[in-house]
């Protein structure tokens, strides 16, 4: 069965600008959940989507916003993109929302000049 | 303070030895704790979930939970070079809300 997929897996952008990433999760996983990585730090939570609602938000700024699809994908949307919002995104899925174990995907290492 | 503390290391041991690695958090209502491996420049990888209070076994890797200590620790037997990597704690409350420690690098010298 194929894990969690991610798009791009690499991404460059200038500040200021907007950027969508793309997560598919594990086939009959319903829930979907963001991260953000910076080197030398663990994942930062973002969101948690499951059946396409937001079932969890964490410290981030209103510049991020997500949404899940009926199919369970995922995108994280980030605007006005500044230097700090360089790092990896990672996706993981769960069966469900709450305490169930997460799979990563390859992660989107982005890279804002 | 951090909600999920480790140390962040390094930690070395020979290769065959115990490797032993912990981690604490503040949140009495955590249910459910996590360790994942994480080699560089790749993502997090699931090894153990832990739910109750005691111990877990899983291969040569084995999870140890204290609620009331609120200490979580992963010890893995036998390290092999392969287990050189970030070892992450994660912690979920009964709300969803997850939060990952910053991870403890683990070295196994052959």
């Known amino acids: 069965d194929a894990g969690v997929t991610q798009s791009p897996t690499h991404l460059i952008k200038t500040r200021g600008q907007h950027v969508t990433l793309r997560c598919s999760p594990i086939s009959g996983h319903k829930s979907v959940s963001w991260y953000q990585q910076v080197l030398g730090q663990g994942p930062q939570f973002i969101f948690q989507?499951?059946?396409?609602?937001?079932?969890g938000r964490g410290n981030f700024p209103d510049r991020f916003s997500a949404r899940q699809f009926p199919n369970y994908s995922s995108e994280l949307n980030v605007n006005a993109l500044l230097l700090g919002d360089s790092a990896l995104y990672l996706c993981?899925?769960?069966?469900?929302?709450?305490?169930?174990?997460?799979?990563f995907g390859p992660g989107t290492r982005l890279t804002v000049l | 303070q951090k909600e999920v503390e480790q140390n962040s290391g390094p930690l070395s041991v020979p290769e065959g030895a115990i490797a032993s690695l912990n981690c604490t958090y503040s949140d009495r209502v955590s249910q459910s704790f996590f360790w994942y491996r994480q080699y560089s420049g790749k993502s997090p990888e699931l090894i153990m979930s832990?739910?109750?209070?005691g111990d877990k076994e899983d291969g040569r890797f084995t999870a140890q939970l204290n609620k009331a200590s609120q200490y979580v620790s992963l010890l893995i037997r036998d390290s092999q070079p392969s287990d050189s990597a970030t070892y992450l704690c994660?912690?979920?409350?009964?709300?969803?809300?997850?939060?990952f420690g910053d991870g403890t690098t683990l070295t196994v010298k052959p």
């Open positions: 832990i739910y109750s209070n």
């Open positions: 989507y499951y059946e396409k609602e937001e079932r």
């Open positions: 993981a899925s769960s069966l469900a929302s709450g305490r169930n174990e997460q799979f």
């Open positions: 994660a912690v979920i409350t009964n709300a969803g809300k997850s939060t």
